[in-house]
């Protein structure tokens, strides 16, 4: 079984950073593409960024584009989400998730494993 565990989440105000980190482990997984994906209340989740299972390719939502980058670690197995310039319309529940393929997609249906989730709460 894989695990997911994300890390980063909290309160901050508008104009703000936070760095959130995911780290899969289990003897299973082998490096594949990652991504971000985040739920408002009430709202459906919706795709943030990717990345491919060897970092060289990215993709980000239009949302997001230009403040968030996403990146992996050397181990290949984590993944970061930068976010600068933070919005009260950034609140959401921000999940990681990961999927066996070496090719991202912004389709949650693609994803095999998924994270608990990490609350972010920008405030104005």
């Known amino acids: 079984q894989v695990q997911l565990v994300e890390s980063g989440g909290g309160l901050v105000q508008a104009g703000g950073s936070l760095r959130l980190s995911c780290a899969a482990s289990g003897r299973t997984f082998s490096s594949g593409a990652m991504g971000w994906f985040r739920q408002a209340p009430g709202k459906e989740r919706l795709f943030v960024a990717a990345?491919?299972?060897?970092?060289?390719?990215?993709y980000y939502a239009d949302s997001v584009k230009g403040r968030f980058t996403i990146s992996r670690g050397n181990a290949r197995n984590t993944v970061y989400l930068q976010m600068n310039s933070l919005k009260p319309e950034d609140t959401a529940v921000y999940y990681c998730a990961a999927r066996r393929g070496s090719s991202y997609y912004t389709s949650e249906y693609e994803y095999d494993y998924w994270g608990q989730g990490t609350q972010v709460t920008v405030s104005s």
């Open positions: 990345i491919s299972a060897s970092g060289g390719m990215t």
